[in-house]
C-alpha cells in the first residue's frame, strides 16, 4: 500500500521538538538554526530535522531551511 502523502509522525515531532526547545531556551530571534547540532540534541537523523524545518516554514513560523533562524513563536503574517 503506497504511503500517504504529508509529514511523518517524526517530523511533527521533531517539528514540536525544535519550536518547544527554542521557546525555553535563551536562544535569540534570528539565530541561525544548523541541521546537524538539531540533529544530535534530538537525536535523529538530519533529514527529519530538515523536513521539520520546512514543515514550519510552510506553517509561517520562520524561513524555510535555506534561511532558517529563530522563530518569535508568533505567526508570521504578510
Known amino acids: 500500500m503506497p504511503r ?3 509529514p511523518t509522525p ?3 515531532r ?3 521538538r ?3 526547545h527554542s521557546a525555553s531556551s535563551d536562544m535569540p ?3 541561525r538554526l544548523v541541521e546537524r547540532p538539531l540533529a544530535e540534541q534530538r537525536k535523529v ?3 527529519p530535522v530538515r523536513q ?3 514543515l514550519l516554514g510552510t506553517m509561517d513560523w520562520w524561513p524555510p531551511p535555506n534561511g532558517a533562524a529563530a522563530p518569535s513563536l508568533s505567526p508570521v503574517r504578510p
Open 4 to 6: 500517504a502523502y504529508g
Open 10 to 12: 517524526l517530523t511533527r
Open 14 to 16: 521533531t517539528a514540536s
Open 18 to 20: 525544535i519550536v518547544e
Open 29 to 31: 530571534v534570528g539565530a
Open 45 to 47: 537523523s538530519r533529514s
Open 52 to 54: 521539520a524545518l520546512h
